[in-house]
Each structure stands twice: as C-alpha cells, then as structure tokens.
T-cell receptor, first 115, second 110 residues
Framework: EPEVTQTPSHQVTQMGQEVILRCVPI?????FYWYRQILGQKVEFLVS????????KSEIFDDQFSVERPDGSNFTLKIRSTKLEDSAMYFCASRRGPDPLDTQYFGPGTRLTVL | GQQLNQSPQSMFIQEGEDVSMNCTSS?????WLWYKQDPGEGPVLLIA?????ELTSNGRLTAQFGITRKDSFLNISASIPSDVGIYFCAGRYNNNDMRFGAGTRLTVKP
C-alpha cells in the first residue's frame, strides 16, 4: 500500500541552525501538508501546498519557515534559524484531490530536537 | 478560529469496557475525522464522516457526525489492549485544512 515517507526520523540541531525536513508524498497525490506536534500536545496545522504554491498557512508558519517541491517527488520544510521552541514532531501529509472523500495520509514524522 | 474541544483528555478503562469520546466546536465543519496515534508514529485515519447526522462503523468503532455539524463522537466497544493510544478528532470546512482536537489518551488495563 502506498505511504507517505519522511526523512530523517530524528534530527538534532543547534539553535540558530537551518534544518530541512524531507517528505515523499504518495505518488498520485496533489495536495501536501506539514503539521507540527509539540510533545504531549495536539497536532497543529502549519501549511498546505498545491500546484507549486502555498494555499494556506497558519500563524505558526512565519518567515522562518518555507516549503518547496524541488522535484516531482519530494516536499520539503525548511526552518531557517531554529529556535528551542521549534522542537517537535513534524508530520507531512498528502491528499489525492480536493474531493471531501479524499482524506489525508500522514507520514511517520520527523522528531526535531533543537539544543 | 476553528477550535475543537475534545473530551475527555484521558481515560483509564478495563479491557472489555466500552469507550466514548467527543469533540465540539463553535464552528461548523463539512467533514469530521477520527485519527489514532501510536507513540512515535503519525496519525492513522480510523473513520471519516461527510454528512450531518451520519453514523458510521468500522469494526468495533462507531462515530457520528452531529446534526448541528459542530460536534462528533467516537465509541469503541469491547476495548482490547491494542486500543491504547491517543485519539484525535479533526474537522475540515469545505476545502480548508484540518484542525485537530487536543486528543484523548486511552489506557486499557488487561
């Protein structure tokens, strides 16, 4: 069964460093998402991406964040200058289309630890 | 904003008992979804509801989309140890993106 994959599974970085989290969505999906989950808390929406541009973003997704689909398969989240409070699980998700019946499938997540 | 209130926050039950959790919102949604998250993994979809009043089952799980479109519940019957995890409700309005509840942490004692 096709699945969303994410790499790395765990990233440790120093405060102020740039990180890039990578995702490979399901191949025939057109809508892509990033979510964040701080330890013990709920899943929070960051950004959605369709047709090579951001379609919606939350207040969490500030200028330090950016997303890119550099080729036909990868979808990346970049944090330019990490802060301690960026430590969280980051989940990528993808969805085939805009039909309400098209649900989102989540990847296994990348645990980001900022020291 | 489209905030979801999910309750209870946590539940400790005996194996074999039934479980009920719910989500409410001040905003309406067109789609309600229930996800389960195991430790260290991403959320996995359990049930999706697309119509107000809809009642849908998936094995021992039953979920309903409230008539007002502002609430949903999830029931688990005859719980087993592998039901342990965090259950999240999520709502979506039109094609906007999902908003999640805070989760219900379920512990099942054998």
């Amino acid at each position: 069964e096709p699945e969303v994959t994410q790499t790395p599974s765990h990233q440790v970085t120093q405060m102020g460093q740039e990180v890039i989290l990578r995702c490979v969505p399901i191949s025939n999906h057109l809508y892509f998402y990033w979510y964040r989950q701080i330890l013990g808390q709920k899943v929070e929406f960051l950004v959605s991406f369709y047709n090579n541009e951001i379609s919606e973003k939350s207040e969490i997704f500030d200028d330090q964040f950016s997303v890119e689909r550099p080729d036909g398969s990868n979808f990346t989240l970049k944090i330019r200058s990490t802060k301690l409070e960026d430590s969280a699980m980051y989940f990528c998700a993808s969805r085939r289309g805009p039909d309400p019946l098209d649900t989102q499938y989540f990847g296994p997540g990348t645990r980001l630890t900022v020291l | 904003g489209q905030q979801l209130n999910q309750s209870p926050q946590s539940m400790f039950i005996q194996e074999g008992e039934d479980v009920s959790m719910n989500c409410t919102s001040s905003s309406i949604f067109n789609t309600w979804l229930w996800y389960k998250q195991d430790p260290g993994e991403g959320p996995v979809l359990l049930i999706a509801l697309y119509k107000a009043g809809e009642l849908t089952s998936n094995g021992r799980l039953t979920a309903q989309f409230g008539i007002t479109r502002k609430d949903s519940f999830l029931n688990i019957s005859a719980s087993i140890p592998s039901d342990v995890g965090i259950y999240f409700c999520a709502g979506r309005y039109n094609n906007n993106d999902m908003r999640f509840g805070a989760g219900t942490r379920l512990t099942v004692k054998p």
